[in-house]
């Protein structure tokens, strides 16, 4: 019996960032034949989902980006390497997500619209990147995270889809939380939480509309051996905690909330919806407002 739908529930857009979790390109490639058990499961359930890639990715397996495509999901870009913008200058960010469009629509035939920075680094201090993606041709970004959180947050911002004053969509990542305490969704964070936990997050708040649920091939992957991952320092044993029973929280969260259309087939109807919150402005020290 499928589970009682939560209040207040709105469907929830499934996204995938495609990304190598290898420390060393000498390891064998783990990732896409995990994304192919993804693209299995979104087939079994008739979700259309939008997969950020990383540029160097479609290049390495341009059989598996066209693959994604012809399963009817969309591409987007996950930076041309998997970098935060913190690290980033503008041009160097402006030649990235050039070549990640290029190559990725000239494999798929479709137009690339959206971008997600790796570790959701979109903050006050990478604000520059919203004028160079729409000058690019982007029409959203999707890295906002709207809480505070252990590496890159933005707390202050929307919960819900929002326009950047050049016009730009935001539909970042959706917040699981109760009261003041709140993750991002996806992730090591809904790997790390018991399911009755989960339930009991999502029931009591659930994700706000047009809220997006991420998840890595890693994230599924049994068998990767371990490492000592950079950021996480002395907390990389938690990116592989939980790693069995996310096929069940996923199953849950599809059959409490149902699935959205991918983000890019979202901006139209969410306007006329009246779904994007006001425009958010940031001020020259980036606090930020409304209008
Ligand atoms: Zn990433």
């Known amino acids: 019996m499928p589970p009682k739908r939560p209040r207040r529930a709105n469907p929830v857009t499934f996204t995938v ?7 060393d390109p000498s390891w064998p490639v783990r990732y896409a034949s995990i994304t192919h058990q993804l693209l299995d499961w ?11 890639v990383v540029g160097e990715l479609a290049v390495e397996s341009p059989a598996l980006v066209t693959e ?3 399963r009817g999901h969309e591409l987007a ?3 041309w390497r998997h970098e935060p913008l913190t690290a980033m200058r503008p041009a160097q960010f402006r030649d990235w997500v050039r070549r990640g469009k290029g190559v990725i629509e000239d494999l798929t035939g479709a137009e690339v619209v959206g971008f997600r920075a790796p570790t959701g680094s979109v903050v006050p201090e990478t604000l520059w990147c919203i004028d160079v993606l729409a000058e690019e041709g982007y ?3 999707s ?3 709207p809480t505070r959180n252990p590496l890159y947050q933005f707390p202050g911002a929307p919960q819900q889809p929002f326009r ?6 935001e539909v970042g990542i959706a917040v699981l939380g109760i009261g003041g305490i709140g993750a991002p969704f996806g992730g090591t964070y809904i790997r790390l939480l018991p399911l009755p936990v989960l339930k009991f997050f999502l029931t009591m708040n659930p994700p706000a509309p047009g809220g997006s649920l991420y998840v890595h091939p890693h994230d599924f992957d049994l068998d990767e051996p371990r490492w000592r991952v950079p950021d996480a320092g002395r907390l990389s044993p938690l990116l592989w905690a939980g790693r069995r029973s996310l096929w069940k929280k996923l199953d849950w969260i599809h059959q409490a909330f149902g699935a959205s259309a991918p983000l890019r087939d979202q901006l139209h109807t969410a306007d006329q919806g ?5 425009p958010l402005v940031p001020t020259g020290n980036a606090r930020l407002t409304t209008t």
């Open 17 to 23: 960032d495609v990304e190598d979790h290898r420390p």
């Open 42 to 52: 979104f087939d079994s359930r008739a979700i259309a989902a939008t997969f950020f």
């Open 68 to 70: 994604i495509a012809s």
């Open 77 to 79: 870009l996950h930076n």
């Open 139 to 141: 029409l959203y970004d």
């Open 143 to 145: 890295s906002v995270v």
């Open 164 to 169: 950047w004053p050049n016009g730009l969509a």
């Open 274 to 278: 009246g779904v994007f919150h006001d």
